[in-house]
């Protein structure tokens, strides 16, 4: 009996998802936000983060559908996600721009030469 009410208790919350496109686009959109943000700034290679700026483009053009049918509260969700993604590649940006610039200055200024009068 137990299993059978599981079971019914999933169904009715898959239809339910099933049902609201708007709140499935969310869930979707918050996983792909989370996932960038979790990616390491040092590790991940800027063709990645050119595959997710696609995706983000996507996700984005995807929104507009939806944009009518939101509640103030889903809007208010979704804002805060897209925030907390150009956060995320912001720091991404700035922190491989640091590093660039970091390695240039490293070989312009170069290791101090030694002279004869030392």
């Known amino acids: 009996?137990?299993?059978?009410?599981?079971?019914?208790?999933a169904l009715m919350l898959s239809v339910t998802l099933m049902a609201d496109p708007v709140s499935d686009f969310l869930?979707?959109?918050?996983l792909f936000v989370n996932g960038v943000a979790a990616l390491d700034s040092k590790t991940t290679?800027?063709?990645?983060?050119?595959?997710?700026?696609?995706?983000y483009k996507n996700l984005t053009?995807?929104?507009k559908t939806y944009k009518k049918?939101?509640?103030q509260i889903q809007l208010e969700k979704y804002y805060n996600l897209k925030a907390k993604?150009?956060?995320s590649v912001a720091v991404f940006h700035t922190k491989r721009g640091a590093s660039t610039v970091g390695s240039w200055v490293k070989g312009v200024v170069g290791k101090k030469k030694?002279?004869?009068?030392?």
């Open 45 to 55: 290679e800027a063709e990645t983060m050119d595959s997710l700026t696609v995706v």
């Open 27 to 30: 869930n979707r959109y918050e």
């Open 114 to 118: 030694k002279t004869s009068e030392e």
């Open 85 to 87: 993604y150009q956060k």
């Open 69 to 71: 049918r939101m509640t």
């Open 61 to 63: 053009k995807e929104y």
């Open 1 to 9: 009996m137990r299993k059978l009410l599981l079971f019914t208790m």
